[in-house]
């Protein structure tokens, strides 16, 4: 029989999930026809025994899986369904447990001379005392991620509560003094501000992990490892690298440490580094040796040598990084955390004189009377040690000139401080010059340390030539570096017009082919924010980016992925190039991208297919492309700007009717609606308006109410934004459409605060709660609580004060709001019959149609009637009667037959010219026209004279033919 997967069987046997191996198991069982787990063991005997199986109470896990077996055979739902109903929050919970931070100051250091006899043992030592054996921490204590006995430091901790949700992953070594640990810790915590130790809790190791179950004889790979340490820092967002000393540390050496960096580099995690204070004496004793000193130790970082004990886990993580960010990347990250620690020391050595006459060679150059030094005393308060590096920048030799630039580099790095002054004291200039003066290593350094300062000042110090003659010229890791301050240049508006015209966009599309992968990721974000211009949009186009953008997105490091991604999102701001980007090939790659990509890359594909779904076919294309799909699963699992470009694509996409089906049968809804509560602003207002989209179909619209929609976009027309309140506005208007809704979204609260939308609103925002109101109108007990809402008079404004589409959806609403005899005297006295007169002749088309019926209905009113006519309404609806619409054709015949009611106004409604253009309307006009006038014309032939006048018009034979036309439809 075969046997069951290996990897399933280890998770079973060491105890690391058995709700994975119960899982695998059922899968296995049901693909191979195993008859139970007992028969699957039995044939398992031999690997069962290489994992000391017999320790490990064989007969009670047996007795477990058999009975989720069973449960599982009983069921009707999916394996998957099942094991996942069975999992809690508390392995997961216990997973992200980490230390307190004051536990291991206050109480561990004792606790671990007590059990070891040792002052300072390393951790190693510590491990069989305190992690693991009979006197464990954790011993006899039930573990919650297994449910059997002794659990991790963390675990036994928990009800103490000295452990608790991380903050914080710590990145060391084993093999560090636990003195020497805490004294780093307490280092680090000072910096974090007054009593932070109480709010600090470590994902470390030592402690997280339950070193029972890695000391029982099971093996685990090292992907395994790789997935559990990098997921565990992706989760907690936050690393503290702790070394033991700046000289040749322990930590470079050891490869895990410096995959946990690699993934920190990947994941943009922010990244800290502690020493112990022993450390501060060999730090001024660096101090005092000045530059060199400096250079030499941040040269010596090389992360590519570093080894670990299991060779298969050296080889593999090895392979693993050359893949994604890359040695030089961790290289890059390990010196800028450390030079910021030297950063700090250097500060507080300063501030406490503890380098005393010693750095005399700093200073004796700074006193030496060179024009670059003696300008920085007068500009600026940095330390002599500092004003060095601009001075070697500029009079130094060839090899200074690079160690100054790398020094620099470092300091600039994450440090607005630092950077606002080295820029005041005149570092750019200098190192501007270097991009065409300096060596080659001067140029990569100078450019990365360009990159960091203040973006305006840059471009003013004429960087920007140079830094584009290096994206040709230069070294890969120049090109790369210059790249990237073009990048950083560009967020500048101006700055992007300036990159543009200094010849960047070329020389940027071609590193897109041949520049370095790390040179294609910062080419990519350069262009990316160059075609955040309208004119850039067009000239990176036609030099040719797309293709190479599009191939990137699938041959490029994750990192251009999502920069590429992001590019060709701003690409396709532009009409033209909607068409382009799709033709090229990018909405395949995009739609993978969504599944498959890194978080940026998700993000980034999702705004990219939002953008080329302005166009008509690409709305089409990307559906058809598998996109509805991964785009609604990211509305739950995609960060807040995933979340927010998910919301936005799908509101783009469900603007093609048949794709509103698509969306829906995804089950977008229930995400949406779930974002208009715990989403961001930008978040919240995308699915309010992809909602209403949704809502413009009739089965839909009852769908997104069913799925308590309405509630929350209620409450966003006071919580959201004031420039975003139209689109709750237009999803209510929407869902208004139906009659229940209608109901439901006046009970929900909805009309107060559409009605203040009215006076407060932007002019989008009034519009859209004019729309909604005239629909909330057309239910009969609506129009009294809108009249009450105080609608009418805002609504009356809005007939001269809004934006034309404005007008036209409020002369709607107070048409709706006149079906009410009450109402009728309100809007009337609110001053509403001259504005909805001028309307007639000067209004939309829609306002002409909407000004025409609200009239119509406020003559159902005895007073009224009179004052519509005295109000000049009469000669602008006749007119009507042949240039406007067909609906405005309607309506006016409506007006004018209310209108001739009255006697006074049957002669003027004649002596405007009616009848020829009510009786042309007999045969010429929609069904409703023809009805509507032919009663007109039988009230004006109330009025003897008139009659004739009727009589004479062909009224009678036009009344006849249409008689016959409907009898013969009717037969």
Same mark, same amino acid.
């Given at each position: 029989?075969?046997?069951?997967?290996?990897?399933?069987?280890?998770?079973?046997?060491?105890?690391?999930?058995?709700?994975?191996?119960?899982?695998?198991?059922?899968?296995?069982?049901?693909?191979?026809?195993?008859?139970?787990?007992?028969?699957?063991?039995?044939?398992?005997?031999?690997?069962?025994?290489?994992?000391?199986?017999?320790?490990?109470?064989?007969?009670?896990?047996?007795?477990?899986?058999?009975?989720?077996?069973?449960?599982?055979?009983?069921?009707?739902?999916?394996?998957?369904?099942?094991?996942?109903?069975?999992?809690?929050?508390?392995?997961?919970?216990?997973?992200?447990?980490?230390?307190?931070?004051?536990?291991?100051?206050?109480?561990?250091?004792?606790?671990?001379?007590?059990?070891?006899?040792?002052?300072?043992?390393?951790?190693?030592?510590?491990?069989?005392?305190?992690?693991?054996?009979?006197?464990?921490?954790?011993?006899?204590?039930?573990?919650?991620?297994? /449910?059997?006995?002794?659990?991790?430091?963390?675990?036994?901790?928990?009800?103490?509560?000295?452990?608790?949700?991380?903050?914080?992953?710590?990145?060391?070594?084993?093999?560090?003094?636990?003195?020497?640990?805490?004294?780093?810790?307490?280092?680090?915590?000072?910096?974090?501000?007054?009593?932070?130790?109480?709010?600090?809790?470590?994902?470390?190791?030592?402690?997280?992990?339950?070193?029972?179950?890695?000391?029982?004889?099971?093996?685990?790979?090292?992907?395994?490892?790789?997935?559990?340490?990098?997921?565990?820092?992706?989760?907690?967002?936050?690393?503290?690298?702790?070394?033991?000393?700046?000289?040749?540390?322990?930590?470079?050496?050891?490869?895990?440490?410096?995959?946990?960096?690699?993934?920190?580099?990947?994941?943009?995690?922010?990244?800290?580094?502690?020493?112990?204070?022993?450390?501060?004496?060999?730090?001024?004793?660096?101090?005092?040796?000045?530059?060199?000193?400096?250079?030499?130790?941040?040269?010596?970082?090389?992360?590519?040598?570093?080894?670990?004990?299991?060779?298969?886990?050296?080889?593999?993580?090895?392979?693993?990084?050359? *893949?994604?960010?890359?040695?030089?990347?961790?290289?890059?990250?390990?010196?800028?955390?450390?030079?910021?620690?030297?950063?700090?020391?250097?500060?507080?050595?300063?501030?406490?004189?503890?380098?005393?006459?010693?750095?005399?060679?700093?200073?004796?150059?700074?006193?030496?009377?060179?024009?670059?030094?003696?300008?920085?005393?007068?500009?600026?308060?940095?330390?002599?040690?500092?004003?060095?590096?601009?001075?070697?920048?500029?009079?130094?030799?060839?090899?200074?000139?690079?160690?100054?630039?790398?020094?620099?580099?470092?300091?600039?790095?994450?440090?607005?401080?630092?950077?606002?002054?080295?820029?005041?004291?005149?570092?750019?200039?200098?190192?501007?010059?270097?991009?065409?003066?300096?060596?080659?290593?001067?140029?990569?350094?100078?450019?990365?340390?360009?990159?960091?300062?203040?973006?305006?000042?840059?471009?003013?110090?004429?960087?920007?030539?140079?830094?584009?003659?290096?994206?040709?010229?230069?070294?890969?890791?120049?090109?790369?570096?210059?790249?990237?301050?073009?990048?950083?240049?560009?967020?500048?508006?101006?700055?992007?017009?300036?990159?543009?015209?200094?010849?960047?966009?070329?020389?940027?599309?071609?590193?897109?082919?041949?520049?370095?992968?790390?040179?294609?990721?910062?080419?990519?974000?350069?262009?990316?924010?160059?075609?955040?211009?309208?004119?850039?949009?067009?000239?990176?186009?036609?030099?040719?980016?797309?293709?190479?953008?599009?191939?990137?997105?699938?041959?490029?490091?994750?990192?251009?992925?999502?920069?590429?991604?992001?590019?060709?999102?701003?690409?396709?701001?532009?009409?033209?190039?909607?068409?382009?980007?799709?033709?090229?090939?990018?909405?395949?790659?995009?739609?993978?991208?969504?599944?498959? /990509?890194?978080?940026?890359?998700?993000?980034?594909?999702?705004?990219?297919?939002? $953008?080329?779904?302005?166009?008509?076919?690409?709305?089409?294309?990307?559906?058809?492309?598998?996109?509805?799909?991964?785009?609604?699963?990211?509305?739950?699992?995609?960060?807040?700007?995933?979340?927010?470009? *998910?919301?936005?694509?799908?509101?783009?996409?469900?603007?093609?009717?048949?794709?509103?089906?698509?969306?829906?049968?995804?089950?977008?809804?229930?995400?949406?609606?779930?974002?208009?509560?715990?989403?961001?602003?930008?978040?919240?207002?995308?699915?309010?308006?992809?909602?209403?989209?949704?809502?413009?179909?009739?089965?839909?619209?009852?769908?997104?109410?069913?799925?308590?929609?309405?509630?929350?976009?209620?409450?966003?027309?006071?919580?959201?934004?004031?420039?975003?309140?139209?689109?709750?506005?237009?999803?209510?208007?929407?869902?208004?459409?139906?009659?229940? $809704?209608?109901?439901?979204?006046?009970?929900?609260?909805?009309?107060?605060?559409?009605?203040?939308?009215?006076?407060?609103?932007?002019?989008?925002?009034?519009?859209?709660?004019?729309?909604?109101?005239?629909?909330?109108?057309?239910?009969?007990?609506?129009?009294?609580?809108?009249?009450?809402?105080?609608?009418?008079?805002?609504?009356?404004?809005?007939?001269?004060?809004?934006?034309?589409?404005?007008?036209?959806?409020?002369?709607?609403?107070?048409?709706?709001?006149?079906?009410?005899?009450?109402?009728?005297?309100?809007?009337?006295?609110?001053?509403?019959?001259?504005?909805?007169?001028?309307?007639?002749?000067?209004?939309?088309?829609?306002?002409?149609?909407?000004?025409?019926?609200?009239?119509?209905?406020?003559?159902?009113?005895?007073?009224?009637?009179?004052?519509?006519?005295?109000?000049?309404?009469?000669?602008?609806?006749?007119?009507?009667?042949?240039?406007?619409?067909?609906?405005?054709?309607?309506?006016?015949?409506?007006?004018?037959?209310?209108?001739?009611?009255?006697?006074?106004?049957?002669?003027?409604?004649?002596?405007?010219?009616?009848?020829?253009?009510?009786?042309?309307?007999?045969?010429?006009?929609?069904?409703?026209?023809?009805?509507?006038?032919?009663?007109?014309?039988?009230?004006?032939?109330?009025? /003897?004279?008139?009659?004739?006048?009727?009589?004479? *018009?062909?009224?009678?034979?036009?009344?006849?033919?249409?008689?016959?036309?409907?009898?013969?439809?009717?037969?």
């Amino acid at each position: 029989m075969p046997k069951i997967s290996e990897a399933a069987m280890r998770a079973f046997l060491t105890f690391l999930d058995l709700e994975t191996y119960l899982q695998a198991a059922l899968d296995w069982c049901e693909k191979e026809g195993a008859a139970s787990l007992e028969e699957v063991l039995e044939e398992s005997t031999d690997f069962a025994q290489s994992l000391k199986l017999k320790n490990l109470e064989r007969k009670r896990l047996e007795k477990r899986a058999q009975e989720a077996l069973a449960d599982s055979r009983k069921s009707t739902a999916p394996a998957e369904s099942l094991a996942d109903s069975r999992k809690s929050a508390a392995p997961a919970e216990s997973r992200m447990r980490g230390v307190s931070a004051t536990w291991v100051l206050d109480v561990f250091p004792a606790m671990v001379k007590s059990s070891t006899g040792k002052d300072s043992p390393n951790f190693i030592e510590i491990a069989p005392f305190l992690a693991h054996g009979d006197a464990g921490i954790g011993k006899g204590k039930v573990c919650p991620r297994d /449910g059997m006995p002794d659990s991790s430091i963390v675990d036994a901790l928990f009800s103490e509560g000295n452990s608790g949700r991380s903050t914080i992953f710590l990145s060391w070594v084993w093999s560090y003094k636990v003195l020497d640990v805490c004294s780093a810790l307490a280092r680090w915590l000072k910096t974090q501000g007054t009593n932070a130790s109480a709010l600090v809790f470590i994902w470390w190791c030592f402690f997280t992990n339950n070193q029972f179950r890695i000391q029982s004889g099971g093996t685990v790979t090292t992907q395994d490892l790789c997935e559990t340490f990098g997921d565990q820092l992706k989760k907690v967002g936050r690393m503290l690298i702790m070394m033991n000393k700046y000289r040749d540390p322990e930590y470079v050496k050891r490869i895990w440490c410096i995959f946990e960096v690699h993934m920190a580099a990947a994941e943009s995690i922010k990244t800290e580094l502690t020493l112990p204070d022993s450390a501060q004496e060999e730090f001024d004793e660096l101090a005092r040796g000045g530059l060199d000193s400096l250079s030499n130790l941040l040269s010596s970082i090389d992360t590519e040598k570093a080894e670990a004990s299991v060779k298969t886990d050296e080889t593999a993580i090895k392979v693993l990084i050359k *893949s994604g960010a890359g040695f030089d990347r961790v290289n890059e990250l390990v010196e800028e955390t450390l030079m910021a620690s030297l950063t700090q020391e250097f500060s507080r050595a300063l501030k406490a004189k503890r380098l005393g006459n010693k750095s005399v060679d700093a200073k004796a150059a700074a006193g030496s009377g060179g024009p670059a030094i003696r300008q920085l005393k007068q500009t600026t308060q940095l330390s002599p040690e500092f004003t060095e590096l601009v001075e070697q920048l500029t009079n130094g030799t060839p090899e200074a000139q690079e160690k100054s630039a790398a020094v620099l580099r470092s300091l600039l790095f994450e440090n607005a401080e630092n950077q606002r002054e080295f820029a005041e004291a005149g570092a750019i200039g200098p190192l501007v010059a270097l991009l065409t003066s300096g060596t080659p290593k001067a140029q990569e350094l100078s450019a990365a340390a360009l990159r960091r300062l203040a973006r305006v000042k840059v471009a003013e110090a004429g960087a920007i030539g140079p830094l584009v003659a290096v994206l040709s010229k230069g070294t890969p890791e120049a090109q790369k570096q210059s790249a990237a301050a073009l990048w950083i240049l560009a967020l500048n508006d101006e700055n992007q017009v300036k990159v543009a015209e200094a010849g960047a966009i070329g020389p940027l599309v071609a590193l897109l082919t041949t520049g370095t992968p790390e040179a294609q990721e910062q080419s990519a974000a350069a262009l990316r924010r160059l075609a955040c211009n309208g004119e850039n949009q067009v000239k990176v186009a036609e030099a040719g980016a797309i293709g190479p953008l599009v191939a990137l997105l699938t041959t490029g490091t994750p990192e251009a992925q999502g920069k590429s991604a992001a590019a060709l999102g701003n690409l396709a701001c532009n009409g033209e190039n909607q068409v382009k980007v799709a033709e090229a090939g990018a909405i395949g790659p995009l739609v993978a991208l969504l599944s498959k /990509g890194t978080p940026e890359a998700q993000e980034q594909s999702a705004a990219a297919l939002g $953008n080329l779904a302005l166009n008509g076919e690409n709305v089409v294309k990307v559906a058809e492309a598998g996109a509805i799909g991964p785009l609604v699963a990211l509305l739950t699992t995609g960060t807040p700007e995933a979340q927010e470009r *998910s919301a936005a694509a799908l509101r783009r996409l469900a603007c093609n009717g048949e794709n509103v089906v698509k969306v829906a049968e995804a089950g977008a809804i229930g995400p949406l609606v779930a974002l208009l509560t715990t989403g961001t602003p930008e978040a919240q207002e995308q699915s309010a308006a992809a909602l209403g989209n949704l809502a413009c179909n009739g089965e839909i619209k009852v769908k997104v109410a069913e799925a308590g929609a309405i509630g929350p976009l209620v409450a966003l027309l006071t919580t959201g934004t004031r420039r975003a309140q139209y689109l709750p506005a237009a999803a209510l208007c929407r869902l208004a459409r139906n009659g229940e $809704n209608q109901v439901k979204v006046a009970e929900a609260g909805a009309i107060g605060p559409l009605v203040a939308v009215l006076s407060k609103g932007t002019p989008e925002a009034q519009k859209q709660s004019a729309a909604a109101l005239w629909t909330l109108a057309c239910n009969g007990e609506n129009v009294v609580k809108v009249a009450e809402a105080g609608a009418i008079g805002p609504l009356v404004a809005l007939l001269t004060t809004g934006t034309p589409e404005a007008q036209g959806k409020s002369a709607a609403a107070l048409g709706n709001l006149a079906c009410n005899g009450e109402n009728q005297v309100k809007v009337a006295e609110a001053g509403a019959i001259g504005p909805l007169v001028a309307l007639l002749s000067k209004g939309t088309p829609e306002a002409q149609e909407q000004s025409a019926a609200a009239l119509g209905n406020l003559a159902l009113n005895g007073e009224n009637v009179v004052k519509v006519a005295e109000a000049g309404a009469i000669g602008p609806l006749v007119a009507l009667l042949t240039t406007g619409t067909p609906e405005a054709q309607e309506r006016s015949a409506a007006a004018l037959r209310r209108l001739a009611c009255n006697g006074e106004n049957v002669v003027k409604v004649a002596e405007a010219g009616a009848i020829g253009p009510l009786v042309a309307l007999l045969t010429t006009g929609t069904p409703e026209a023809q009805e509507q006038s032919a009663a007109a014309l039988g009230n004006l032939a109330c009025n /003897g004279e008139i009659k004739v006048k009727v009589a004479n *018009s062909g009224a009678a034979v036009a009344a006849e033919a249409l008689l016959k036309q409907r009898e013969s439809k009717n037969a």
